[in-house]
């Protein structure tokens, strides 16, 4: 087992389909014990019988959004917990009218928002954690191509992820004295409750299949793996990096659609 007795603490799960919830079950499968939060009582619904089927320790609020309610939620783990090992932080949050059309028209509320949820909320989660979290611990986040490339659409919630991409380094810093590292995973597209309001996420995942290395999108589970990786020692020597779990999509630049077939 690669993260045998660990306590992760889980953050993010929607929905079955949730990467969160392919991390959780992937750490899971290696031994790890897990809490799950959610961030209100509409998700609580759908998060309470996903941690009974795991045998979670605890399912505890969260909204990331207020500093009393990460106190209370740390609060809680506290009675479940003496210390954290990993950490996975997969949670993000934009308008919709901000994930299409002009980027010009962002307004000052929705970037303050949306920087909010997905950006500053690792830094706040971070420090509650902190005092419990010893050498050889680890904090997993998930961010996307659109930090440092032009995804049509994405639009804010790419600054967004560049802020969580800086935000992973700076922390890696910060923590790397006390042993602790802070990596980011770069998913590619995956049809989630997130991705499922978003128009033209269709064509999205089908061009991703046709363009990348491996010829075809990856899999919430694939980037579970991944994140078991980042959490156990096997990656022990890794702190501050962007892993990319997207099929070798960012790797390349144009696919010439009638080049000579590649070797099979
Ligand atoms: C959020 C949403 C964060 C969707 C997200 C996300 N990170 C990735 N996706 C999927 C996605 C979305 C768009 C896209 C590519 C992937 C929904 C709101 C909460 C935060 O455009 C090319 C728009």
Redesign the pocket.
């Known amino acids: 087992m690669l993260t045998p007795n660990k306590r992760a603490l889980i953050m993010g799960v929607a929905n079955e389909r949730s990467i969160a919830w392919a991390a959780a079950q992937r750490l899971k499968l290696q031994g790890a014990e897990i809490i799950l939060t959610y961030p209100n009582d509409a998700i609580k619904k759908r998060v309470e019988p996903l941690a009974a089927e795991l045998g979670a320790k605890a399912v505890i609020e969260c909204d990331v959004s207020s500093d009393a309610s990460i106190t209370r939620c740390f609060e809680q783990i506290k009675k479940h917990w003496d210390h954290i090992d990993i950490l996975v932080h997969s949670l993000?949050?934009?308008d919709?009218q901000d994930?299409?059309g002009a980027f010009v028209t962002t307004s000052r509320e929705s970037f303050r928002k949306a920087l909010d949820v997905?950006a500053y909320s690792l830094i706040a989660v971070t420090r509650e954690a902190l005092p419990l979290m010893k050498s050889g611990s680890s904090i997993i986040t998930m961010t996307?191509l659109?930090a440092t490339k032009v995804?049509?659409?994405?639009?804010l919630?790419g600054v967004a992820?560049a802020a969580l991409e800086a935000c992973v380094r700076y922390l890696a810093w910060d923590l790397g004295s006390k042993g602790i590292r802070v990596n980011a995973i770069s998913a590619g597209?995956v049809k989630?409750l997130?991705?499922s309001?978003?128009r033209?996420?269709r064509s999205?995942l089908d061009s991703v299949g046709q363009m990348s290395a491996l010829q075809r999108n990856i899999t919430a589970d694939e980037v579970g793996k991944s994140t078991v990786y980042l959490a156990s020692d096997l990656s022990s020597g890794v702190t501050g990096e962007i892993h990319f779990v997207d099929a070798g999509f960012n790797t390349g630049a144009l696919r010439v659609p009638d080049a000579k077939p590649q070797a099979d």
């Open positions: 993000a949050f934009a919709k994930l299409e997905s996307y659109g995804i049509q659409n994405y639009n919630m992820k597209p989630t997130a991705a309001g978003v033209g996420f999205l």
